[in-house]
């Protein structure tokens, strides 16, 4: 099985039955193969993201070549998907790599425009035959825009759905990059009532377990994960002696992060569901 083609199978596969996706920020083959092995050990189908930030560690097309080799010798569904896509040419330069899924995230546009690029760009993805996140808010701290969290309105979040064309949106109800934070667990409820169609979370290392239970049953089917896995590589790395060999620490860092994942992975419901 195991690498998704195409996104929209698995985000169909998870909102029908309601659990969500880590979504699990890798740059590097230490992260990308250790949650991989959380989700083979947990028999969960998980979704890899790579935003402007990973891709500072190598191009779209050579994580994608490692993240399919990597799925392919595993029995659980990986996806792959282009977390924070700026505009047209990322998402473009992520299609041609062979991603199962893109993100573009035009929340800093007036809504018309946000909704107007989307629809261009899910045509663009739907071509491609993956699917498409639209942004419907902003996650404050780490986004690099200096600014704090805009959150959803429902009705921005279903037109970006309906008139945009995505297959799934993101929603800002109060969890931040990077941060702990609280879920506005009663606007999550209204957006979903509202829209009826898949959510997405994002700031999901802070987001205490409580509300992430309650969240699996109002629509959410991905919950980005980064800090929290950047914390355990730097953890380990600063814990090791100077005398260890580098794969001895890498080894100690993949340890740190099969839990780390294995958690997240437990916490969503998506645990026995590959
Ligand atoms: P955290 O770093 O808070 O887990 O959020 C990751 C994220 O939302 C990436 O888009």
Not at 206 to 221: K, M, S
């Amino acid at each position: 099985m195991p690498y998704v083609y195409d996104g929209r199978t698995l985000i169909d596969y998870a909102f029908k039955g309601g659990f969500a996706m880590p979504a699990f920020n890798v740059g590097t083959l230490e992260m990308a193969r250790a949650c991989v092995e959380a989700a083979e050990l947990e028999r969960a189908p998980i979704i890899l993201q790579t935003s402007p930030g990973e891709l500072t560690q190598a191009s779209p097309a050579v994580l994608a070549g490692m993240i399919r080799a990597l799925a392919e010798e595993v029995a659980v569904p990986v996806m792959l998907h282009l977390d924070h896509g700026e505009g047209p040419e990322r998402v473009a330069a992520c299609l041609r790599a062979g991603y199962s899924s893109v993100m573009y995230d035009g929340d800093h546009l007036k809504p018309e425009e946000n909704i107007a690029t989307t629809r261009r760009l899910a045509e663009w993805a739907h071509g491609s035959g993956v699917s498409l996140e639209a942004a419907a808010g902003s996650f404050g701290a780490g986004e690099g825009r200096g600014e704090g969290l805009h959150l959803t309105d429902p009705e921005i979040a279903l037109r970006l759905l309906d008139d945009g064309g995505a297959d799934m949106v993101a929603c800002s109800v109060g969890s931040v990059h990077g941060q702990a934070s609280r879920l506005d667990l009663d606007r999550l409820g209204a957006i979903a009532r509202r829209t009826r169609k898949p959510l997405v979370l994002h700031g999901g290392t802070g987001i205490p377990a409580e509300d992430l239970a309650v969240a699996t049953t109002l629509g959410v089917v991905k919950v980005n994960i980064g800090a929290g896995l950047q914390r355990a590589v730097l953890k380990a790395w600063r814990e090791r002696s100077e005398a260890e060999g580098v794969y001895e620490v890498s080894d100690a860092a993949r340890a740190a992060l099969v839990e780390v994942a294995c958690g997240k992975i437990r916490i969503m419901k998506a645990a026995g569901r590959a």
